[in-house]
């Protein structure tokens, strides 16, 4: 009885063996089917076009407004009882300035702070929260090389620099040091590295302290090669920011048109003009060897307290860079440049506000419909 036991057991014990191989047989199977049919589907040539696609093409908008220039003016009317709050300023542009990828500006007057004590023309200097002001609303870098870069001397633009690093805001065109000057401004966006530089005629005739030429870049054609030659090897697009030109004048020079053709020849990809205070025309550059670059010669004013005689219109200029990746190298490419005139409205010097000047009807300029499409007219006419 006993040995008869035994023998059912081995042979359930057997059959137990066989049905748990032929279970992980048939498991083992569905895997390898499931692994099999995921290595099919994974290289069919249709998803792995898109895949490529999808990781090769990249775009990113960048933007840029024209003059920070705050006079005496403009800083009392933000001033409230304990502080400044430029803000209120912006409120009806910040929408549009938010709206690009990236966004840079010309901080023209040094932000040293009212511990240096404020001041208006000839020599700026303006309270820290206009930066504060302009970060909310969408500012990313600013352009800080201008003929009053050195209104309050080195010791502005170290106070200004102070202040920039704390509220983290990148700045390109004065510098603290040698080292700092030689640092490239590259930012990543969207997978398109862009290296910004920056340059001015000049500082009013305020000399740089010897031995400190890094406080300010000052246009000189051999040290803008080398350093555009520098961020090409490492970025993809390089864009120039830079003061020049003559104040008040709708047309651009021909020292400027020479300088931006020179500019582009060397590689600059996009140049943003400063300093004329009102509106210049655009249009595209083509280097020697049939690539095509932009140019924004002047951007006027953005906020400040001058007035009349189109002082008092800005805008926001932006452009689309493309850049494809595939087996004949990288490509970038240019693409829909725009741009948004601003105007800045004030009551008597109060109420400052910069508002689109399609709406400025509203804030007491008159006929700011055919002015909107006069400065059309005039920013597009050499587009082709």
Same mark, same amino acid.
């Given at each position: 009885?006993?040995?008869?036991?035994?023998?059912?057991?081995?042979?359930?014990?057997?059959?137990?063996?066989?049905?748990?191989?032929?279970?992980?047989?048939?498991?083992?199977?569905?895997?390898?089917?499931?692994?099999?049919?995921?290595?099919?589907?994974?290289?069919?040539?249709?998803?792995?076009?898109?895949?490529?696609?999808?990781?090769?093409?990249?775009?990113?908008?960048?933007?840029?407004?024209?003059?920070?220039?705050?006079?005496?003016?403009?800083?009392?009317?933000?001033?409230?009882?304990?502080?400044?709050?430029?803000?209120?300023?912006?409120?009806?542009?910040?929408?549009?300035?938010?709206?690009?990828?990236?966004?840079?500006?010309?901080?023209?007057?040094?932000?040293?702070?009212?511990?240096?004590?404020?001041?208006?023309?000839?020599?700026?200097?303006?309270?820290?929260?206009?930066?504060?002001?302009?970060?909310?609303?969408?500012?990313?870098?600013?352009?800080?090389?201008?003929?009053?870069?050195?209104?309050?001397?080195?010791?502005?633009?170290?106070?200004?620099?102070?202040?920039?690093?704390?509220?983290?805001?990148?700045?390109?065109?004065?510098? =603290?040091?040698?080292?700092?000057?030689?640092?490239?401004?590259?930012?990543?966006?969207?997978? =398109?590295?862009?290296?910004?530089?920056?340059?001015?005629?000049?500082?009013?005739?305020?000399?740089?302290?010897?031995?400190?030429?890094?406080?300010?870049?000052?246009?000189?054609?051999?040290?803008?090669?080398?350093?555009?030659?520098?961020?090409?090897?490492?970025?993809?697009?390089?864009?120039?920011?830079?003061?020049?030109?003559?104040?008040?004048?709708?047309?651009?020079?021909?020292?400027?048109?020479?300088?931006?053709?020179?500019?582009?020849?060397?590689?600059?990809?996009?140049?943003?003009?400063?300093?004329?205070?009102?509106?210049?025309?655009?249009?595209?550059?083509?280097?020697?060897?049939?690539?095509?670059?932009?140019?924004?010669?002047?951007?006027?004013?953005?906020?400040?307290?001058?007035?009349?005689?189109?002082?008092?219109?800005?805008?926001?200029?932006?452009?689309?860079?493309?850049?494809?990746?595939?087996?004949?190298?990288?490509? =970038?490419?240019?693409?829909?440049?725009?741009?948004?005139?601003?105007?800045?409205?004030?009551?008597?010097?109060?109420?400052?506000?910069?508002?689109?000047?399609?709406?400025?009807?509203?804030?007491?300029?008159?006929?700011?419909?055919?002015?909107?499409?006069?400065?059309?007219?005039?920013?597009?006419?050499?587009?082709?």
């Amino acid at each position: 009885m006993k040995n008869r036991r035994v023998k059912i057991g081995v042979i359930l014990f057997i059959g137990l063996i066989i049905f748990a191989g032929y279970y992980f047989l048939q498991i083992n199977k569905q895997i390898l089917t499931d692994k099999d049919k995921q290595v099919k589907v994974g290289y069919q040539p249709f998803r792995t076009v898109n895949t490529i696609e999808k990781h090769m093409n990249e775009t990113a908008t960048i933007g840029a407004i024209g003059d920070i220039l705050i006079h005496d003016w403009v800083y009392e009317d933000a001033k409230t009882e304990s502080t400044y709050d430029f803000k209120p300023m912006l409120a009806n542009i910040k929408g549009l300035m938010q709206k690009p990828d990236l966004l840079t500006a010309n901080q023209e007057t040094i932000l040293g702070g009212v511990e240096m004590g404020l001041s208006s023309y000839p020599t700026f200097n303006s309270p820290q929260q206009v930066g504060d002001a302009f970060i909310d609303a969408g500012v990313d870098i600013v352009s800080t090389a201008n003929n009053h870069s050195l209104d309050k001397g080195e010791k502005g633009i170290l106070a200004e620099i102070d202040y920039f690093n704390r509220v983290g805001l990148p700045y390109v065109g004065a510098f =603290i040091n040698s080292q700092d000057q030689q640092t490239l401004r590259v930012k990543n966006v969207n997978g =398109i590295k862009l290296a910004f530089l920056s340059y001015t005629y000049g500082t009013n005739g305020i000399p740089i302290p010897s031995g400190k030429d890094y406080l300010v870049n000052i246009i000189d054609k051999e040290k803008m090669k080398t350093e555009i030659q520098r961020a090409k090897k490492t970025a993809d697009v390089v864009i120039m920011s830079i003061h020049w030109g003559t104040e008040y004048q709708r047309i651009p020079s021909l020292q400027q048109k020479e300088l931006a053709q020179y500019l582009v020849n060397e590689g600059v990809d996009i140049i943003f003009g400063s300093h004329p205070h009102i509106l210049q025309p655009m249009e595209w550059l083509t280097d020697k060897n049939g690539h095509k670059s932009f140019v924004f010669y002047s951007l006027g004013n953005f906020l400040s307290g001058q007035m009349h005689d189109y002082k008092d219109i800005g805008g926001l200029a932006t452009i689309t860079i493309k850049k494809s990746v595939g087996k004949s190298g990288v490509k =970038i490419s240019l693409e829909n440049p725009t741009f948004t005139p601003t105007y800045v409205s004030n009551q008597k010097l109060q109420n400052y506000r910069v508002v689109p000047l399609k709406d400025a009807g509203a804030y007491g300029l008159i006929d700011a419909t055919s002015k909107y499409d006069e400065i059309m007219t005039q920013m597009t006419q050499w587009l082709q």
